[in-house]
């Protein structure tokens, strides 16, 4: 068998059994540093800096996130060795007690953010897990017999001490809710969750919410016959239509729109988003290019333009400044393109439904939706 094998392997001079190792996932430390590599990059390409250009979305893009990193200490002490071109201010090294971590955001010589939290969450093994293996046995047990059921998580209001949901997999248990005064003096709340698979976290309610609203599989274990509990989508003859939301992307042949990551358009019709966008082509407001829809979602009994306006306003930091010109030769400037992970822009849609909107914001830099 063994001389067989090596047989196989000496005749494969294509290389067909040789596999190629995975490669680790990007950090949030090198999300930066390829950040500032393109920086560089621009500057390599054009002898200058990237200036607020509104005409070219992708420079415009490349000055943000340099003004950014600026009014940054800690992210500039990080990029200090690849600052090349000397973009970056320097700062004065403080006492050697006051070292962290050693890694991009956390490096020797800089002091704590007095906006850090003073906890960080992180998993590790529950110890009297004894507690509540009935609990999660039972849940199980009752969601398996459909005396339970799992629905969409509808926001924060629900997370209390005593409810069960299903978190990244896992059947999640709250098992104390320990009210905390956060620095920028709103109230917040210091979770203690336990896992079905014997660990335990200890996550703030926000910050736990704004996953469940992330993660597909984020959903809250109710009994089946709590009617109050459940959220019903039928519509009835009662119910009034007031138009359409939807999400479109540029099928434009333009580098300058064609090559930007997570760009779409968020805006509302009173008529079927089909028919609305038929002469996309030939219109200043979907860029003179087709475009293909992501997402749509009927209105009843809300304004649309109403629930655009609060969806503009939440991704307003993220808006696509570019100006197009028709086939007249008019000059135009969209303001309903914005750039956002898809995933982002439905989490907001459902946090204005819950009203949990207030007390998040969209961080333009990172891409993500975070903590007011």
Same mark, same amino acid.
């Given at each position: 068998?063994?001389?067989? @094998?090596?047989?196989?392997?000496?005749?494969?001079?294509? !290389?067909?059994?040789?596999?190629?190792?995975?490669?680790?996932?990007?950090?949030?430390?090198?999300?930066? @540093?390829?950040?500032?590599? /393109?920086?560089?990059?621009?500057?390599?390409?054009?002898?200058?800096?990237?200036?607020?250009?509104? !005409?070219?979305?992708?420079?415009?893009?490349?000055?943000?996130?340099?003004?950014?990193?600026?009014?940054?200490?800690?992210?500039?002490? &990080?990029?200090?060795?690849?600052? %090349?071109?000397g973009f970056l201010p320097r700062f004065e090294?403080?006492?050697?007690?006051?070292?962290?971590?050693?890694?991009?955001?956390?490096?020797?010589?800089?002091?704590?953010?007095?906006?850090?939290?003073?906890?960080?969450?992180?998993?590790?093994?529950?110890?009297?897990?004894?507690?509540?293996?009935?609990?999660?046995?039972?849940?199980?047990?009752?969601?398996?017999?459909?005396?339970?059921?799992?629905?969409?998580?509808?926001?924060? /209001?629900?997370?209390?001490? !005593?409810?069960?949901?299903?978190?990244?997999?896992?059947?999640?248990?709250?098992?104390?809710?320990? &009210?905390?005064?956060? %620095?920028?003096?709103?109230?917040?709340?210091?979770?203690?969750?336990?896992?079905?698979?014997?660990?335990?976290?200890?996550?703030?309610?926000?910050?736990?919410?704004?996953?469940?609203?992330?993660?597909?599989?984020?959903?809250?274990?109710?009994?089946?016959?709590?009617?109050?509990?459940?959220?019903?989508?039928?519509?009835?003859?009662?119910?009034?239509?007031?138009?359409?939301?939807?999400?479109?992307?540029?099928?434009?042949?333009?580098?300058?729109?064609?090559?930007?990551?997570? @760009?779409?358009?968020?805006?509302?019709?009173?008529?079927?988003?089909?028919?609305?966008?038929?002469?996309?082509?030939?219109?200043?407001?979907?860029?003179? &290019?087709?475009?293909?829809?992501?997402?749509?979602?009927?209105?009843?009994?809300?304004?649309?333009?109403?629930?655009?306006?609060?969806?503009?306003?939440?991704?307003?930091?993220?808006?696509?400044?570019?100006?197009?010109?028709?086939?007249?030769?008019?000059v135009h400037t969209p303001?309903?393109?914005?750039?956002?992970?898809?995933?982002?822009?439905?989490? &907001?849609?459902?946090?204005?439904?819950?009203?949990?909107?207030?007390?998040?914001?969209?961080?333009?830099?990172?891409?993500?939706?975070?903590?007011?």
């Amino acid at each position: 068998m063994e001389d067989w @094998l090596k047989d196989i392997i000496a005749s494969d001079t294509l !290389g067909l059994l040789k596999t190629k190792p995975k490669s680790a996932a990007p950090t949030a430390d090198d999300h930066l @540093l390829s950040k500032f590599k /393109q920086i560089n990059d621009f500057f390599d390409k054009h002898g200058r800096e990237p200036q607020e250009n509104r !005409g070219n979305p992708i420079e415009l893009m490349r000055s943000k996130c340099l003004e950014s990193i600026r009014a940054n200490e800690q992210h500039c002490r &990080a990029l200090e060795q690849h600052d %090349i071109h000397g973009f970056l201010p320097r700062f004065e090294e403080v006492a050697e007690s006051e070292v962290v971590d050693d890694n991009i955001f956390n490096l020797k010589h800089v002091q704590k953010s007095p906006e850090m939290p003073d906890v960080i969450a992180r998993r590790k093994k529950c110890s009297d897990f004894h507690l509540y293996e009935s609990i999660f046995d039972q849940a199980q047990h009752d969601l398996d017999n459909k005396v339970k059921v799992s629905i969409q998580f509808s926001g924060e /209001q629900n997370i209390t001490t !005593g409810m069960m949901f299903i978190f990244r997999g896992l059947l999640t248990y709250v098992a104390s809710s320990e &009210a905390k005064k956060q %620095i920028k003096g709103k109230t917040n709340a210091r979770l203690r969750l336990i896992f079905s698979n014997g660990t335990e976290s200890n996550m703030l309610l926000r910050s736990f919410a704004r996953e469940l609203y992330r993660n597909d599989l984020g959903r809250r274990v109710v009994d089946a016959n709590d009617q109050s509990s459940l959220i019903h989508y039928t519509v009835t003859e009662d119910d009034q239509e007031s138009g359409y939301i939807y999400i479109l992307k540029s099928l434009s042949d333009e580098p300058e729109i064609r090559d930007i990551s997570h @760009l779409y358009k968020i805006g509302y019709s009173t008529t079927p988003v089909k028919q609305r966008i038929a002469n996309a082509k030939n219109e200043p407001t979907y860029l003179m &290019a087709p475009v293909q829809i992501v997402s749509e979602y009927d209105c009843y009994n809300v304004k649309a333009n109403k629930f655009e306006g609060l969806l503009h306003t939440f991704f307003g930091n993220a808006c696509l400044e570019v100006k197009v010109a028709d086939h007249k030769g008019q000059v135009h400037t969209p303001r309903e393109w914005f750039i956002a992970p898809l995933d982002c822009i439905k989490q &907001a849609t459902q946090m204005i439904i819950t009203g949990d909107i207030v007390n998040y914001r969209y961080d333009a830099i990172r891409q993500e939706i975070v903590e007011r």
